[in-house]
C-alpha cells in the first residue's frame, strides 16, 4: 500500500512508497482505510528536518496526524464497517506520569508521549491504518469531506474547556471574543467562539483572500489593524499566531479578570524592546490569566466531533483551499499564498 514518509532530521526526504507493509495487528483492533489527510504547519516543519522522529528502530516516518478514515473492520464491535473515524495523535507515555494515568495525555509531564505522524509512531498518510477503540474518535457521517478537520477541532475544544475552567474562579459573564490569527485554528477557535454566542472579532493581516469571508459568515467582525488599535478590551483572547509582538499586545488589550490562551507556537530566536513591569502591573492589578494550550486528549475529541456536527458544513469545505490526490502528494505540502487548510486524498 502506499505511504507518505520522511527521513526525520533530513530536509526534504519527503517520499510516497508505494509498497509500505499493511498495519501490523499490534497497532489496533481496527482496520481503517485512509479517506483523507489534513497538511499543518507542523508537517512542514517535519519535512524541513526540524521536527519529528521515526518510530524506534526505524529510519523513516510516515506523516500524517489529521485523520479522516472509514471503518472496514472492527472484531471488537465498537464501530461498524462503514463508520468514518478519526484517529486520537497522542498516546500516553509509558511510565505513567499522573496525568497520562488519568487520559490527559495532552497534560503529559515528562515528554516521554508518543504521536502519530510526528513523535515515534507511524502517521495516518497511508492506505489503511489500524487504531484501538479508545484511541479511535467516530464522526457524524454528515462530515464525509470534512472530518480530517477533526483534530485540529480538538486542539480549540481543550483551549475552551480551559478557558471555560479558569473562568469558573469568580462571576464570569464574558461577551467580547478576540481571535488573533485567522488560519485554521483562529477560523474555528472563532467557530467554537460563535457557537457559544459570544460577539466574536477575529484579527489577521490578511485583506483578501477568503478569510474576511469565512469570518463574516459566523457573524463575526473582522479586523486587520494592530491589536493596540481595536476599540474595545476583549473578555477572552485566543491568541493563534505565535507573532511576539501579537502575543504581548493581547495580554495588554484584555478586560479586566479577562483570560488570554496561547495556542500558536513561537519560532523564538527574535527579541523585541517591551516594558514587562508594565504587563506585570496590568495582569495583576486586573486579575488577568494567561496560559498556554497544546494537544487534546479524548473528552476534548469527543467535544470537537459534536461542535463540527452542530457547523455549517458549507462553512467547513470553504476551509478547504486545495484537495490533493496522493498521486501528486507533493503539491500537497507546497504552501500557496491563499491557503487556509490543504488536504491530501487517499480515497474519498
Ligand atoms: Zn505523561
Same mark, same amino acid.
Not at 469565512?214 to 493596540?228: C, D, E, I
Not at 516594558?275 to 488577568?288: F, K, M, P, T
Given at each position: 500500500?502506499?505511504?507518505?514518509?520522511?527521513?526525520?532530521?533530513?530536509?526534504?526526504?519527503?517520499?510516497?512508497?508505494?509498497?509500505?507493509?499493511?498495519?501490523?495487528?499490534?497497532?489496533?483492533?481496527?482496520?481503517?482505510?485512509?479517506?483523507?489527510?489534513?497538511?499543518?504547519?507542523?508537517?512542514?516543519?517535519?519535512?524541513?528536518?526540524?521536527?519529528?522522529?521515526?518510530?524506534?528502530?526505524?529510519?523513516?516516518?510516515?506523516?500524517?496526524?489529521?485523520?479522516? @478514515?472509514?471503518?472496514?473492520?472492527?472484531?471488537?464491535?465498537?464501530?461498524?464497517?462503514?463508520?468514518?473515524?478519526?484517529?486520537?495523535?497522542?498516546?500516553?507515555?509509558?511510565?505513567?506520569?499522573?496525568?497520562?494515568?488519568?487520559?490527559?495525555?495532552?497534560?503529559?509531564?515528562?515528554?516521554?508521549?508518543?504521536?502519530?505522524?510526528?513523535?515515534?509512531?507511524?502517521?495516518?498518510?497511508?492506505?489503511?491504518?489500524?487504531?484501538?477503540?479508545?484511541?479511535?474518535?467516530?464522526?457524524?457521517?454528515?462530515?464525509?469531506?470534512?472530518?480530517?478537520?477533526?483534530?485540529?477541532?480538538?486542539?480549540?475544544?481543550?483551549?475552551?474547556?480551559?478557558?471555560?475552567?479558569?473562568?469558573?474562579?469568580?462571576?464570569?459573564?464574558?461577551?467580547?471574543?478576540?481571535?488573533?490569527?485567522?488560519?485554521?485554528?483562529?477560523?474555528?477557535?472563532?467557530?467554537?467562539?460563535?457557537?457559544?454566542?459570544?460577539?466574536?472579532? #477575529?484579527?489577521?493581516?490578511?485583506?483578501?483572500?477568503?478569510?474576511?469571508?469565512?469570518?463574516?459568515?459566523?457573524?463575526?467582525?473582522?479586523?486587520?489593524?494592530?491589536?493596540?488599535?481595536?476599540?474595545?478590551?476583549?473578555?477572552?483572547?485566543?491568541?493563534?499566531?505565535?507573532?511576539?509582538?501579537?502575543?504581548?499586545?493581547?495580554?495588554?488589550?484584555?478586560?479586566?479578570?479577562?483570560? #488570554?490562551? %496561547?495556542? @500558536?507556537?513561537?519560532?523564538?530566536?527574535?527579541?523585541?524592546?517591551?516594558?514587562?513591569?508594565? %504587563?506585570?502591573?496590568?495582569?495583576?492589578?486586573?486579575?488577568?490569566?494567561?496560559?498556554?494550550?497544546?494537544?487534546?486528549?479524548?473528552?476534548?475529541?469527543?467535544?470537537?466531533?459534536?461542535?463540527?456536527?452542530?457547523?455549517?458544513?458549507?462553512?467547513?469545505?470553504?476551509?478547504?483551499?486545495?484537495?490533493?490526490?496522493?498521486?501528486?502528494?507533493?503539491?500537497?505540502?507546497?504552501?500557496?499564498?491563499?491557503?487556509?487548510?490543504?488536504?491530501?486524498?487517499?480515497?474519498?
Amino acid at each position: 500500500m502506499r505511504a507518505v514518509t520522511v527521513a526525520p532530521g533530513t530536509a526534504d526526504s519527503l517520499e510516497l512508497i508505494e509498497d509500505y507493509p499493511e498495519p501490523a495487528p499490534e497497532e489496533g483492533s481496527i482496520l481503517v482505510e485512509s479517506l483523507a489527510i489534513g497538511v499543518c504547519g507542523t508537517d512542514h516543519e517535519i519535512i524541513a528536518g526540524e521536527y519529528g522522529e521515526a518510530p524506534p528502530g526505524e529510519r523513516r516516518l510516515v506523516l500524517g496526524h489529521e485523520s479522516l @478514515g472509514r471503518v472496514l473492520e472492527d472484531p471488537t464491535g465498537t464501530l461498524q464497517p462503514g463508520d468514518l473515524v478519526a484517529g486520537i495523535v497522542r498516546h500516553p507515555d509509558p511510565v505513567p506520569c499522573p496525568n497520562c494515568a488519568a487520559g490527559e495525555w495532552d497534560m503529559c509531564r515528562n515528554g516521554r508521549y508518543t504521536e502519530h505522524g510526528i513523535k515515534a509512531l507511524p502517521g495516518f498518510a497511508r492506505d489503511r491504518w489500524r487504531v484501538q477503540p479508545p484511541y479511535a474518535v467516530p464522526l457524524d457521517r454528515a462530515l464525509g469531506q470534512v472530518g480530517m478537520l477533526l483534530e485540529p477541532t480538538s486542539i480549540v475544544a481543550k483551549a475552551w474547556d480551559h478557558i471555560e475552567r479558569i473562568g469558573q474562579r469568580s462571576v464570569w459573564q464574558p461577551k467580547t471574543v478576540l481571535v488573533t490569527g485567522a488560519g485554521p485554528i483562529g477560523l474555528l477557535a472563532a467557530l467554537l467562539a460563535a457557537q457559544r454566542g459570544f460577539s466574536v472579532h #477575529v484579527l489577521d493581516l490578511a485583506t483578501s483572500g477568503p478569510k474576511p469571508e469565512l469570518v463574516h459568515a459566523l457573524g463575526a467582525t473582522y479586523h486587520s489593524v494592530p491589536v493596540h488599535e481595536l476599540d474595545f478590551a476583549p473578555d477572552v483572547v485566543l491568541e493563534c499566531t505565535g507573532a511576539p509582538t501579537v502575543v504581548l499586545e493581547v495580554m495588554c488589550k484584555a478586560a479586566p479578570n479577562g483570560i #488570554v490562551c %496561547l495556542a @500558536g507556537v513561537s519560532s523564538g530566536g527574535r527579541t523585541i524592546d517591551f516594558d514587562a513591569g508594565a %504587563l506585570n502591573r496590568s495582569l495583576v492589578l486586573e486579575n488577568n490569566v494567561v496560559f498556554g494550550s497544546v494537544n487534546a486528549n479524548r473528552r476534548h475529541w469527543e467535544l470537537a466531533s459534536d461542535a463540527l456536527r452542530r457547523a455549517d458544513p458549507l462553512w467547513l469545505s470553504a476551509l478547504i483551499s486545495r484537495r490533493v490526490p496522493v498521486s501528486s502528494y507533493a503539491d500537497a505540502y507546497t504552501s500557496g499564498p491563499d491557503d487556509i487548510k490543504v488536504v491530501l486524498e487517499f480515497a474519498i
